[in-house]
């Protein structure tokens, strides 16, 4: 395993494939912050945005047969709050990718028969084996060096079977002390697995952000002194963000709240309609997450490993839910946010009144604070020096070794520490 520490390295020119799609919505945030970073570095890269959804419409049977894509079927279970099921969906979902394999495998190759990118990075689960065959068949088709492929794992940790770790010869980028261990228990070289300091981030949520957070309160109509929290369940909200602002009114407690409800107007609507008794503001969809953020004082959400992240770089302690409504791939979350001493995690938000009552009492806060602030996470500052290492090494070794070697034959001589 090759623990990442920055350093300087010859900028290259080179061309890469980025790969994801948008379920959920985190993983085209961590492909845009990836960009957005490479493009602060002054990567000499050009970057091919790859949306795996629209490139295999040909083979989505499901749409074929229903009217509705995957994604969004997807994402309307998380809209819904309908997301106990999740475990089996899964399970389904990898089923027909199988079934579906030849197929995709099929269109995969066809896209990288015209196309030869320096590297290929895949940001989604469930499609990591169909993808390395695929471009593998385009290698062999014209006769060329293998071009390397890296999974980037935009979960703390796997969800295995066949979720991100596949048995197969690529590279991976984990951001977990966990994820890297499963990755070298299923048998890759730990050369070839990259430990970040965390999970991808977006560059904006690390910049110095000059406000008066007084100020900026009463601009939104909040109290400058109440202790604030931040309430967010993803890109599509959920129902339970009502039923939360309803039980922090029956509690009676000392705070108020902002609410971020993503694309779900309806939400949106439906809690700027309640008659609650403390301060509130509510946002729809909005790229200024960094700026509430900021304002708040600690955070409310769901488990997903984007807005935890997010939140843990803002400095906010958490208050998560893990029980059977927790998506399968999110549990994970949860015991690492206790381990870590990063949040308080519920078995239900029925009881979210003594999850603020913690944050509210200053020596728990503080102690939850400290440990949040502790964490450093740089990931994704770091995971363009890797990507770029890596694109120096195979095209060293394919000059060295002639046009006959393969990328796999050579692990890569990369060291960033212990």
Known sequence: MTIYHPE??????AELDLIYFDAG??????????????????????????????????????????????????????????????????????????????????????????????LVVSMIPNFNHTILQGLRQADAMRRRPETPMVTILTDLADCPPHFWIERQSQYLVCGTATAAAQAIAMGHAPERVFRTSGMIVRPEFYRPMELSRERERVRIGLDPKLPTGIVMFGSYGSSQMAAIARRIEVAGLKTQLIFLCGHNEKLRERIESMQLSYPFHCAGFTQEIPYFMKLADYFIGKPGPGSINEALVMGLPLIVERNAWTMVQERFNTDWIAQNGFGVVLPSFREIGSAVSTMLDREQFLRLRANVEAFDNRAVFEIPEILEALISHHRAANWSFGRTATARQFAPEIHYGI
Not at 105 to 111: F, S, V
């Open 8 to 13: 300087s390295a010859n900028r290259v020119e």
């Open 25 to 118: 919505g985190g993983h085209r945030a961590s492909a845009t912050a990836l960009i957005s970073a490479a493009r602060e570095q002054h990567r000499s890269w050009h970057i091919n945005l790859i949306n795996l959804r629209e490139l295999l419409e040909p083979a989505d049977v499901i749409r074929r047969l229903t009217g509705v894509r995957i994604e969004d079927f997807y994402n309307s279970q998380l809209k819904h709050g309908l997301t106990i099921g999740t475990g089996p969906l899964l399970r389904i979902t990898q089923m027909l990718i199988r079934q579906l394999e030849p197929t995709i495998i099929k269109l995969l190759a066809r896209h990288w028969q015209r196309s030869r990118p320096d």
